[in-house]
C-alpha cells in the first residue's frame, strides 16, 4: 500500500484565480495519476504525472488549465487555472504499484468556486 | 470513449439483506479493480481480478470477474450498515495504463 497525503483538505476560492493542490507520497511510485470527482459522480482522469517529463493529459483537459509538476518520484502538484464554478469538484490524486492497477488514493480536496 | 456502466446507480436496504452490483463494459480488461469509498475519503481498493471467471471472496463480499474479462460482479451478503458507501469498479482496458472508473453504485444499508 501507501500513505498518500494531500494539501488543502478543502478550500474556497473566487472565480478568476488559481489554485495549486499538493500531492505527497511516502515512498518512490512511477505512476502518479491526477482525477476529478464531481458532486455525486464517479471519478475521471485528468491526467497522468510523469517524473522528468510533461504530464499526458486525457481528452478534455489541457495543460493551461491544469497544469501538473512532478518534480521527483514522490511530489505533484495539480493547478487549477482560471478557475469558474464548474470546477468545483473534488480533485484526487493516486499512485499505482503492483503493475495490476491497483491505485492508492489521497484523501481528496474539496473545491468550491464561487 | 469506452465505458464502465454499473447497476443499479442507488441501493437502499435492510441490514442482513443480500444485494449484488455489475460492472459492465464492451471492453477486455487484462485487471479490474473494485473500490468502496466513503465520504470525504478517497477509494481504497478491497480487491483486484484477473483471470475469466475467477471468483475472490473478502469475507461477506463475493466478488466475480467475467468468463470474457468484461465485465464483473460485486455480492454482499447479509449487509451491514459500514457496508454503505459508494463502491466503483476500474480497469485499464486493453492492458493500457489509462484507468477508467465505473459509473457507480451508491449503497446505502439501513439499520
Known amino acids: 500500500s501507501a500513505v498518500i497525503s494531500q494539501k488543502p483538505s478543502r478550500d474556497i476560492c473566487q472565480r478568476g484565480t488559481s489554485l495549486t493542490i499538493q500531492c505527497q507520497v511516502d515512498s518512490q511510485v512511477t505512476m502518479m495519476f491526477w482525477y476529478r470527482q464531481q458532486p455525486g459522480q464517479s471519478l475521471t482522469l485528468i491526467a497522468t504525472a510523469n517524473q522528468g517529463s510533461e504530464a499526458t493529459y486525457e481528452s478534455g483537459f489541457v495543460i493551461d488549465k491544469f497544469p501538473i509538476s512532478r518534480p521527483n518520484l514522490t511530489f505533484s502538484t495539480l493547478t487549477v487555472s482560471n478557475m469558474s464554478p464548474e470546477d468545483s469538484s473534488i480533485y484526487l490524486c493516486?499512485?499505482?504499484?503492483?503493475?495490476?492497477?491497483?491505485?492508492?488514493f489521497g484523501p481528496g480536496t474539496r473545491l468550491t468556486v464561487t | 470513449t469506452q465505458l464502465l456502466e454499473q447497476s443499479p446507480q442507488f441501493l437502499s436496504i435492510q441490514e442482513g439483506e443480500n444485494l449484488t452490483v455489475y460492472c459492465n463494459s464492451s471492453s477486455v480488461f487484462s485487471s479490474l479493480q473494485w473500490y468502496r469509498q466513503e465520504p470525504g475519503e478517497g477509494p481504497v481498493l478491497l480487491v483486484t481480478?484477473?483471470?475469466?471467471?475467477e471468483v475472490k471472496k473478502l469475507k461477506r463480499l463475493t466478488f466475480q470477474f467475467g468468463d470474457a474479462r468484461k465485465d464483473s460482479s460485486l455480492h454482499i451478503t447479509a449487509a451491514q450498515p459500514g457496508d454503505t458507501g459508494l463502491y466503483l469498479c476500474a480497469g485499464a482496458p486493453g492492458g493500457t495504463y489509462k484507468y477508467i472508473f465505473g459509473t457507480g453504485t451508491r449503497l446505502k444499508v439501513l439499520a
Open positions: 481480478v484477473v483471470t475469466g471467471g
Open positions: 493516486s499512485v499505482e504499484r503492483s503493475g495490476r492497477g491497483e491505485q492508492y
